[in-house]
């Protein structure tokens, strides 16, 4: 069982656009959301991450969005650079828990 | 500051043939996975560990066998490798019950089964 909806599978955006991958929820005891940033021949790294006590968190160009009464939240890459281009997994963890539940991933590509 | 190490990072086996996928983290974290990535299907977890002599099953368990005698190491054992089981295989840890945890992946293992 998917845990985690994340949309679109890939994305093409033009250097200095903005990227934006959807992400949704099913289980309510969530309570920590976390992106991830994968490189080719790498593993994923911890790019910026929320709690659903605030609506927007942001970090350079990195801003996720949260709605917790829709169970959805989001990640926007502002002015958006071929550098940025890489695979991005949302996740949902508990606090407390062992797992974290990760999405299908999303392969953005920035053509320059 | 090595964080997780994998080894090795490519294997190719025969159907049928079994392995071990090594692990190992210097952060003292109680808590280890295996994942394996296939296109389009994310990180899905195989096994997971929440400190030595803890082990238990994930989404994909079938044909892979974990144990965890050290907090340090997690290795991966393929019992008979199958086709369907060519994938990447990434090995993380990290620390449970902390308010912001992050899991530390390690660089990967790109396994071909023929």
């Known amino acids: 069982q998917q845990q985690v909806k994340q949309s679109p599978q890939s994305l093409i955006v033009q250097k200095g656009g903005i990227s934006i991958i959807n992400c949704a929820y099913e289980?309510?005891?969530?309570?920590?959301f976390p992106w991830y940033q994968q490189f080719p021949g790498k593993g994923p790294a911890l790019l910026i991450a929320?709690?659903?006590?605030?609506s927007e968190k942001k970090e350079g160009r990195f801003t996720i969005s949260f709605n917790k009464s829709a169970k959805q939240f989001s990640l926007h890459i502002m002015d958006s650079q071929p550098g940025d281009s890489a695979t991005y997994f949302c996740a949902a963890h508990f606090t407390g828990g062992f797992k974290t539940i990760f999405g299908a991933g999303t392969r953005l590509f920035v053509k320059a | 500051n090595a964080g997780v190490t994998q080894t090795p990072k490519f294997q190719v086996l025969k159907t049928g043939q079994s392995m071990t996928l090594q692990c190992a983290q210097d952060m003292n974290h109680e808590y280890m996975s295996w994942y394996r990535q296939d296109p389009g299907m994310g990180l899905r977890l195989i096994h997971y560990?929440?400190?030595?002599?803890?082990?238990d099953q994930g989404e994909v368990p079938n044909g892979y066998n974990v144990s965890r005698s050290t907090t340090e190491d997690f290795p991966l054992r393929l019992l008979s490798a199958a086709p369907s089981q060519t994938s990447v295989y990434f090995c993380a840890s990290s620390t449970p019950g902390e308010v912001n945890t992050e899991a530390f992946f390690g660089q990967g293992t790109r396994l071909t089964v023929v």
């Open positions: 929320i709690r659903p006590d605030v």
């Open positions: 560990s929440v400190g030595a002599g803890i082990t």
């Open positions: 289980n309510t005891a969530f309570d920590y």
